[in-house]
């Protein structure tokens, strides 16, 4: 069973960056994606990124693309999520999560990825 531990959000003004962290355990690292969903108040689960750990292949929707980056240290089995030019909107729960499947890991399926992460909150101030 695989195991994700996401690292503290934080506050942040708009305009600012954090970077998230998510240490993958329990499974070889290069058998999933990983990727991050977030969800804000009354509003559905949405992937922002993920990164396979077979090839390195990264998506981003369009509502990230330019801000969020995702990076991952195979070394560590830990995935990165650098957030720049964050907005208000932006401000949600964070949560990384693992499936075999890219689409379903990605978001981008209506399937959900088979393991998760506790959750980080992400509040953007104005």
């Known amino acids: 069973e695989v195991q994700l531990v996401e690292s503290a959000g934080g506050l942040v003004q708009a305009g600012g960056s954090l970077r998230l962290s998510c240490r993958v355990s329990?499974?070889?690292?290069?058998?999933?994606?990983i990727g991050w969903f977030r969800q804000a108040p009354g509003k559905e689960r949405e992937g922002v990124s993920c990164?396979?750990?077979?090839?390195?292949?990264?998506y981003y929707p369009d509502s990230v693309k330019g801000r969020f980056t995702i990076s991952s240290d195979t070394a560590k089995s830990t995935v990165y999520l650098q957030l720049n030019s964050l907005k208000p909107e932006d401000t949600a729960v964070y949560y990384c999560?693992?499936?075999?499947?890219?689409?379903?890991?990605?978001?981008?399926?209506?399937?959900?990825?088979?393991?998760w992460g506790q959750g980080t909150q992400v509040t953007v101030s104005s």
């Open positions: 329990g499974s070889t690292f290069n058998d999933y994606t």
């Open positions: 999560a693992a499936d075999q499947f890219y689409e379903v890991a990605c978001g981008r399926s209506s399937l959900k990825p088979d393991y």
């Open positions: 990164i396979s750990g077979m090839d390195g292949s990264t």
